[in-house]
């Protein structure tokens, strides 16, 4: 297969050469997904848009209370840095089990949301993050919401004349906790055959949770998406053995797993169930000592 690849220094010349919006066009960040595709003939390319090098997308800020990361960011830059160790310990629980050291560091954050995948496991963590994407072209930004950002498996709201610049969200208070976890065949390199993540926030004085998001790697579609009825369900409660317990049952209501190679609809479904029960068990107690 013929293709050419453009190299841009900056992204403005990335950006200009994608602006009349073609067809054939895809752009390279780590590759690891692009081009496995582009290897099993499902991309057939006319051109790819190398955006290795902008490293002036390749950051993680923090304004104010908002935590931004440009979209070149790797996924062990992320577990790298001091604000992940000291604020939101679960981008390394994400990143742990994400593949090996080796495909961490190629692996982009902006590549992991574009490949809007079940697999990818960035993609439940930033949906509880209720995350924001910046979107950018040649006119200039747009954001738009991650639940929003992820339309269909492998289809987003990315125009062909746009990049994702970065990803945003409000760093989690004292009083909140944010949490990951996968199941699969294996501890490590292995893709989700079902993955969760949590993020609750409990008043100190009410001990009533205040906020609560749930979202897995596929719910009622191939997509991962928020449990609208487990978060309902959580929600002004406290945290309690009959809350978790009515949490599961909400959720199961939402669950429409598929079978497929990484197991049955039965196992998916109660592997989900599960990891809730986990999850929230693991919230009770951390909680409760303080």
């Given at each position: 297969m013929k293709f050419t690849i453009y190299l841009p220094k900056s992204q403005k010349q990335a950006l200009t050469y994608i602006s009349k919006g073609r067809k054939d066009v895809f752009l390279l960040a780590g590759g690891t997904g692009l081009l496995t595709s582009i290897r099993k003939g499902d991309l057939k390319p006319r051109s790819l848009v190398d955006l290795s090098?902008?490293?002036?997308?390749?950051?993680?800020?923090?304004?104010?209370?908002?935590?931004?990361?440009?979209?070149?960011?790797?996924?062990?830059?992320?577990?790298?840095?001091?604000?992940?160790?000291?604020?939101?310990?679960?981008?390394?629980?994400?990143?742990?089990?994400?593949?090996?050291?080796?495909?961490?560091?190629m692996v982009t954050v902006g590549g992991n949301l574009c490949a809007a995948s079940p697999t990818a496991d960035l993609l439940p963590v930033l949906l509880c993050l209720d995350a924001r994407v910046v979107l950018r072209s040649s006119k200039g930004d747009r954001v738009i919401r991650m639940h929003d950002f992820l339309l269909d498996d492998g289809k987003t709201a990315l125009k062909r004349n746009e990049i994702i610049a970065e990803i945003q969200f409000e760093i989690p208070p004292s009083d909140a906790m944010c949490l990951f976890k996968k199941i699969g065949r294996r501890s490590a390199l292995f893709l989700a055959s079902v993955s969760l993540a949590l993020y609750i926030q409990i008043d100190r004085k009410t001990k009533l949770i205040k906020q609560a998001r749930v979202a897995l790697n596929a719910l009622t579609r191939n997509l991962p998406e928020r449990s609208k009825l487990a978060e309902a369900s959580l929600t002004g409660r406290i945290l309690d053995i009959r809350t978790i317990d009515d949490a599961i049952s909400a959720l199961s209501k939402e669950l429409h797993m598929v079978s497929d190679l990484k197991g049955t609809a039965d196992y998916k479904t109660e592997a989900a169930k599960a990891l809730l029960e986990e999850q929230l068990l693991y919230c009770g107690s951390h909680f409760g000592e303080r």
């Open positions: 090098h902008l490293t002036e997308l390749r950051y993680i800020k923090t304004h104010g209370k908002l935590l931004r990361i440009g979209a070149m960011t790797r996924i062990s830059d992320l577990e790298d840095h001091v604000w992940s160790k000291e604020n939101c310990e679960v981008f390394h629980q994400v990143s742990e089990k994400f593949g090996g050291q080796s495909i961490a560091n």
